[in-house]
């Protein structure tokens, strides 16, 4: 159909990517805040056409006329100069996508947190990464690095009614928390001394790591865990990270700044915190990579540490909102937010904040695109991008299409969210077929 969709309908991706354009953003920012104030009906990541069409729509309405030239076709694009940066965790794949933008890996290079080679195929739904891209522009960038890494791996101590510890760090996991298929019964098929890898962004109002994704893992060499120093004996070279006590005396890269509120990443020794109740330490890692300036960036995390809106620090990097747009809330200590501004001599000059409760979150659930790999014979769920996809959740939306066109090879776009008892599963809430 070629009819022009209403203007609340279009996606608020593009909305940002407008915003963020620096040669528009104070106009564009003003004139699309009022009529622009509901999530889209209209899919997120529909086919770049649609969303061109959409795109001028709104910007004939609103004669906006030097907005689309820096937006390099104003839909899902990519752009051609500058440089951007995005962490969070993956919401979604037919690309990648992060904190609501679509990131072409196609040509990225992907590695691990280690800094060694891995492949697309490694990537995983929840997983927390750091992209590396050219000009974030109309909600997509091309990415030239994809780096994925976990919060901590270790063993199970305990498991609580909406979490569990382990190496020390509660983590708490809720309806946004997925789990890998040995694990996709959830907290139930978890038990202590099992070893699980935890990729998750740290809460420092609740000292709880909030996971994003939980995997199993039969055996490892050495455990890991980023997280904030609480306590720290120079002299008896421990600290404390959650609940658990490192020695770090014999370890190697010790960092000259270790401080009690610095994040700090571990290698720890797997043969227990032996008699004196303290986990051994190897070495340390890169707790924060250093950035250079970044035209764009766009990082999702919890506020680590508030002092005033001009110096905060949101997942350990600092952060200068004085000047932002705030949404969707309060700033404070622990405050979960989707940041967007440049990065200048190390620091986020911000833009754009917006603050993301947890029925947000849940019902921006996940998306994927691409072509169906097989169909249930009674039609009742699909496999789509290796992920199993549920199709009876009450109020399922068709468009373009209906359940006689799901078939495999046919190329569609699925919004949905986790399924209850199932957190390798989704529930679609939208199929779009294309």
């Known amino acids: 159909m070629n009819h022009l969709p209403p203007l609340s309908s279009i996606p608020a991706r593009l909305r940002d990517a407008w915003a963020a354009s620096a040669s528009a953003a104070s106009a564009v920012a003003a004139a699309i805040s009022a009529p622009l104030t509901r999530f889209a009906s209209f899919a997120p990541h529909a086919p770049v056409a649609r969303q061109r069409r959409g795109a001028a729509a709104?910007?004939?309405?609103?004669?906006?006329?030097?907005?689309?030239?820096?937006?390099?076709?104003?839909?899902?694009?990519?752009?051609?100069?500058?440089?951007?940066?995005?962490?969070?965790?993956?919401?979604?794949?037919?690309?990648?996508?992060?904190?609501?933008?679509?990131?072409?890996?196609?040509?990225?290079?992907?590695?691990?947190?280690?800094?060694?080679?891995?492949?697309?195929?490694?990537?995983?739904?929840?997983?927390?990464?750091?992209?590396?891209?050219?000009?974030?522009?109309?909600?997509?960038?091309?990415?030239?690095?994809?780096?994925?890494?976990?919060?901590?791996?270790?063993?199970?101590?305990?498991?609580?009614?909406?979490?569990?510890?382990?190496?020390?760090?509660?983590?708490?996991?809720?309806?946004?928390?997925?789990?890998?298929?040995?694990?996709?019964?959830?907290?139930?098929?978890?038990?202590?001394?099992?070893?699980?890898?935890?990729?998750?962004?740290?809460?420092?109002?609740?000292?709880?790591?909030?996971?994003?994704?939980?995997?199993?893992?039969?055996?490892?060499?050495?455990?890991?865990?980023r997280g904030v120093v609480n306590a720290l004996d120079e002299g008896n070279r421990t600290l404390r990270v959650g609940t658990a006590l490192f020695a770090y005396g014999s370890a190697a890269a010790t960092p000259s700044d270790l401080a009690v509120g610095s994040f700090v990443r571990l290698f720890v020794a797997t043969d227990g915190p032996g008699l004196l109740g303290r986990w051994q330490v190897l070495r340390f890692g890169t707790a924060q990579r250093v950035l250079p300036d970044l035209d764009v960036v766009s990082i999702k995390g919890h506020v680590s540490l508030f002092t005033t809106l001009a110096s905060l620090r949101v997942d350990g990097r600092p952060v200068d909102a004085s000047a932002a747009v705030i949404n969707g809330g309060t700033l404070a200590l622990g405050a979960r937010v989707e940041v967007v501004g440049s990065l200048r001599a190390g620091v986020l000059v911000a833009t754009r904040v917006e603050v993301r409760s947890d029925e947000f979150e849940r019902a921006r659930g996940f998306e994927l695109r691409g072509p169906i790999e097989s169909v249930a014979a009674d039609r009742t769920s699909l496999v789509l991008r290796g992920i199993a996809v549920g199709l009876t959740r009450p109020g399922l939306e068709f468009k373009d299409g209906g359940p006689a066109d799901l078939v495999a090879g046919r190329a569609v776009e699925v919004r949905g969210v986790l399924s209850v008892g199932n957190g390798a599963r989704l529930d679609a809430l939208e199929v779009r077929f294309r």
């Open 58 to 225: 709104l910007l004939t309405t609103l004669a906006v006329f030097g907005a689309c030239a820096p937006l390099s076709g104003c839909g899902g694009g990519v752009g051609e100069g500058g440089t951007g940066y995005a962490s969070g965790p993956i919401t979604g794949f037919g690309s990648v996508i992060v904190n609501g933008i679509v990131f072409d890996d196609s040509l990225a290079v992907v590695e691990d947190g280690d800094s060694s080679a891995r492949t697309r195929a490694d990537l995983r739904l929840g997983m927390t990464v750091e992209i590396e891209s050219d000009a974030i522009v109309g909600g997509g960038a091309r990415a030239s690095r994809v780096r994925f890494d976990s919060a901590v791996v270790g063993p199970v101590e305990s498991v609580e009614a909406d979490g569990f510890v382990v190496l020390g760090q509660r983590v708490a996991v809720d309806q946004t928390t997925v789990f890998d298929a040995t694990t996709a019964a959830g907290l139930t098929a978890l038990a202590p001394g099992q070893v699980v890898e935890v990729y998750g962004l740290y809460d420092a109002g609740l000292a709880r790591l909030r996971a994003t994704r939980v995997e199993r893992r039969a055996s490892v060499a050495v455990y890991r865990l």
